[in-house]
């Protein structure tokens, strides 16, 4: 292609704050166009290389794809979902792309969070093994898109999704990961372990406390003189008609994703509870819930209060608070779950390890699931479906591939196989007969070798020629300039560095 006669403009600076160094140049670079409002477009240069990098990576998910699927993800998958009848059209293996919106979206985060998201999506109907083994292999594959594009995917485990994270230096999403297995995830949808009960296992009798404007777990520790540990923080939610409590220890916050998961909704469906609907569900003033004699429609309790004994929870009577309660004693939740936000420093559910921290970006995610979905296997028996799905996100990818593949000065060298152009080639002065012979004839000979390159036949400067290879992040740069008149071309590998002199018969040789 011929810089001459396409529209590309570079920029010399970013006029927007955002935090990452990726996002910074591939505005720079005119790939993207952020707006202020946090949406993101490609340039037509843009364009391009997003659309090797999907292909490239579509190419490498072959296996994973018997065709492409046009339109609404949702209601097109159901639909061949609907068609499968037998274990002879199993697997199925669908290829998807998505444009959707971003609940993460957070401007100064820029390309790891724009507005919009486009994900490259391969589902799999199958068998239960057979989509267990798919799933390896996808988790396979994955590892090894990443290591071709030079990014370090993290897996991180919690059985059903497998995210696969790149680690960010600066603040992004908070990720747990164990500490000695590979369980791990998103820290709002995954299930921590419960901790321990550490106290007198003594059951003792309940008794009404008079605690005055005593309400919240600050107000509660102080008043008790007891850790947030010991208290039974009762939650309430209206979800559509119904009041759904959910019982926690004083100290957890509440993880809408899985109560929302518990509960087969949308977290956008759960609410938190008017003052009106609280005091009808209490019969007292905000801050004294219980479960005790409390009016809900679903009573759910974190498995963690399990643990507990002789602990304190609101009276729903204003002004009071009950002590000595016990779950299973005093009241019975309608069911037990986790529903607490797991944090750093709490127990791994899969082993003894610890989960710890981790921040970064989802590049990636795995899901297995079953269906509710049937077929016929070999012996004409019922057996339910199973779906496996990846999520690539691509705006995140180029990102994370912008992050991790710079050179010295802090440009960006694309890996080769993933970009448009192989080859930057320069034409010094164009109006230079000579210099810009040379440069359409090293441009022709790269080109016939089944290479991809880009001429520079501009009318620039030189050094704002440099400057454009260096933001596209061409890897191999042809300058045919200053010895052109001796017939010779300057090559230069940006990922190593070096750079040499080259005759046009030698060129092809001479490159990385
Ligand atoms: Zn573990």
Same mark, same amino acid.
């Given at each position: 292609m011929r810089l001459g006669s396409f529209y590309t403009k570079t920029y010399k600076s970013m006029p927007y704050d955002v935090q990452f160094r990726s996002t910074q140049l591939l505005y720079r670079s005119g790939l993207v166009k952020l707006s202020e409002e946090g949406n993101m477009c490609y340039s037509p240069m843009g364009a391009l290389y997003a659309k090797k990098l999907q292909d490239s990576i579509v190419e490498r998910m072959?296996?994973?794809?018997?065709f492409k699927v046009a339109g609404g993800e949702r209601e097109c998958m159901a639909m061949y979902q609907q068609e499968l %009848?037998?274990?002879?059209?199993?697997?199925l293996k669908l290829f998807h792309a998505a444009a959707s919106g971003n609940?993460?979206?957070?401007? %100064?985060e820029g390309l790891f969070n724009p507005r919009q998201l486009t994900s490259l999506v391969f589902t799999a109907f199958a068998e239960e093994q057979s989509a267990t083994q798919i799933r390896r292999e996808l988790a396979e594959a994955l590892r090894g898109l990443g290591s071709e594009l030079g990014i370090k995917l993290q897996p991180l485990d919690s059985k059903d999704m497998m995210s696969l994270v790149w680690e +960010?230096?600066?603040?992004?999403k908070q990720f747990l990961k164990c500490d000695s297995c590979g369980f791990g995830g998103d820290a709002a949808y995954i299930k921590s372990g419960a901790q321990k009960y550490e106290g007198s296992e003594e059951l003792l009798a309940t008794e009404y406390i008079h605690t005055p +404007?005593?309400?919240?777990i600050a107000q509660l520790e102080e008043f008790?003189? &007891?850790? &947030? %540990?010991s208290f039974i923080k009762t939650l309430i939610f209206e979800v559509g008609e119904k009041i759904v409590a959910v019982l926690l220890r004083g100290d957890r916050n509440i993880s809408i994703g899985l109560l929302a998961r518990h509960i087969g909704?949308?977290?956008?469906?759960i609410k938190m509870a008017s003052e009106d609907a609280v005091m009808k569900a209490t019969? &007292?003033?905000?801050?004294? &819930?219980?479960?005790?004699?409390l009016k809900a429609d679903l009573l759910l309790c974190d498995e963690?209060?399990?643990?507990?004994?002789?602990s304190v929870c609101g009276a729903?009577?204003?002004?009071y608070h009950i002590k000595n309660v016990t779950c299973g004693r005093d009241f019975k939740p309608d069911a037990i779950g986790v529903f607490k936000e797991a944090r750093p420093g709490d127990a791994c559910p899969a082993d003894a390890g610890t989960l710890e921290a981790l921040n970064g970006s989802e590049i990636a995610s795995i899901e297995i699931k079953e269906l509710k979905g049937t077929y016929l296997d070999e012996n004409s028996r019922e057996k339910r479906l199973w779906s496996v799905s990846v999520r690539i996100c691509v705006e995140r990818l180029m990102s994370a591939i912008a992050e991790e593949n710079m050179d010295e000065s802090g440009a960006i060298v694309w890996p080769a196989v993933f970009s448009p152009f192989e080859y930057y080639v320069i034409a010094?002065?164009?109006?230079?007969p000579e210099e810009l012979q040379l440069a359409e004839d090293a441009y022709r000979l790269i080109l016939e070798s089944g290479r991809s390159a880009l001429l520079?036949?501009? +009318?620039?400067?030189i050094g704002s020629k440099f400057i454009d290879c260096e933001l596209l992040g061409v890897r191999g740069v042809i300058v045919a300039g200053k010895l052109a008149s001796q017939g010779l071309v300057e090559v230069r590998d940006r990922k190593s560095g070096t750079s040499c002199e080259a005759a046009l018969e030698e060129l092809l040789e001479k490159l990385y």
């Open positions: 072959r296996d994973f794809m018997e %009848k037998s274990y002879k059209q199993l697997p609940d993460d979206y957070k401007f %100064k +960010s230096k600066l603040p992004l +404007s005593v309400g919240t008790f003189g &007891a850790s &947030a %540990k909704m949308e977290p956008e469906e019969g &007292a003033g905000i801050g004294f &819930a219980g479960p005790i004699g963690e209060v399990l643990n507990m004994k002789n729903n009577r204003t002004d010094g002065n164009v109006k230079k520079d036949d501009r +009318s620039e400067r």
